[in-house]
C-alpha cells in the first residue's frame, strides 16, 4: 500500500494500459482522477473502485487537461503522481505520404498532449509536496517501426521531454521518468493485429509472449512508490528482451 493516501491523475484510462494503472493505483491505495474521451471506457475503469474519479475529458484540449487537474485539487487538494498514457497511431505511411494536418495531429497526441499535461500538473505537484510523473512512450521509440514515423518520431519525443523534466523541477521534489512498452495484449492491438500478425510478435519477444497493461501498469507503480524513489530521468524498457523492431 505504498501508494496509499496519494493522488494520481491517469490519462488515456478508459482502456488498456491506462485502464490497468487507474485500477493498480487505487487498489493500491491512490486515490485516482481517471481521465480519457471514452466515457464508456471509464465507467468500466472506475466500476468497483470507489477511489476512482471518472472525468471524460480530451488531452488534447488544454482547457480540458486544466479542468482535470482542478478536479483533483477540489476532490482531493493535492496530486502526487500523474501517469501520461494518451496515444495512439495509425501505421501504414512515410514522410513522404503526410500532409500538414494529419502530422500535427499524432504529433499532438502522443508528444503535446503530454507537454501540456505536464505543464497543467507541475504546480499543483510541487504545491502538494513533490511527486513522480510516468510518461508513457513506445518501444517503437527506441528500436524505430516501419511506415509509422510521425507516431514513432512523437514518441521519441516523450523520451527526451522526460529527461528535461527530470532535470528543471528535481529541486521542487518530482521525479520524472519515461517507461517504452513493447508490443502490449490491449484491446486496441487485438482490434487492429491478425492473430497472425500476434503470433509473429509474439515470437519476437524473449519471454516467448506479448506483455499485459497490468505489467506497464505494475512498472509505473513502483516509479512512483518508494521502492522507486531514487530513479529519475530514466526511460524503462518493458518489452519481454525484443529480439528486434516490429
Not at 499532438?108 to 513533490?130: Q, V
Request: glycine share 12%; with cysteine; aromatic share 4%.
Amino acid at each position: 500500500m505504498q501508494l496509499e493516501d496519494k493522488v494520481a491523475l491517469v490519462t488515456g484510462a478508459g482502456a488498456g494500459i491506462g485502464q490497468a494503472t487507474a485500477r493498480l493505483f487505487a487498489q493500491r491505495g491512490a486515490r485516482v482522477i481517471a481521465t480519457d474521451i471514452d466515457e464508456a471506457g471509464l465507467a468500466e475503469t472506475a466500476g468497483g473502485h470507489d477511489n476512482i474519479v471518472a472525468l471524460t475529458s480530451d488531452a488534447t484540449s488544454t482547457a480540458e487537461i486544466e479542468k482535470a487537474v482542478a478536479t483533483a485539487k477540489d476532490r482531493f487538494g493535492a496530486l502526487h503522481m500523474l501517469i501520461n498514457v494518451v496515444g495512439g497511431s495509425r501505421p501504414g505511411k512515410t514522410v513522404l505520404e503526410y500532409d500538414d494536418q494529419e502530422w500535427d495531429f499524432w504529433v499532438s497526441l502522443n508528444l503535446t498532449s503530454t507537454f501540456r499535461m505536464c505543464r497543467a500538473a507541475i504546480p499543483l505537484m510541487a504545491e502538494s509536496g513533490g511527486g513522480s510523473i510516468v510518461n508513457i512512450s513506445s518501444g517503437a521509440a527506441v528500436t524505430g517501426m516501419g511506415r509509422n514515423p510521425a507516431y514513432v518520431a512523437a514518441k521519441g519525443g516523450v523520451i527526451s521531454l522526460t529527461r528535461s523534466l527530470a532535470i528543471d523541477h528535481a529541486a521542487q521534489g518530482i521525479r520524472a521518468n519515461c517507461i517504452a512498452p513493447g508490443p502490449i495484449l490491449t484491446p486496441l492491438m487485438k482490434r487492429n493485429r491478425s492473430e497472425q500478425e500476434i503470433a509473429f510478435m509474439s515470437k519476437l519477444s524473449l519471454v516467448g509472449r506479448l506483455g499485459k497493461p497490468e505489467e506497464i501498469a505494475g512498472t509505473a507503480a513502483f516509479l512512483c512508490s518508494e521502492d522507486g524513489a531514487f530513479i529519475n530521468g530514466e526511460l524503462i524498457n518493458v518489452a519481454g528482451g525484443r529480439a528486434g523492431p516490429v
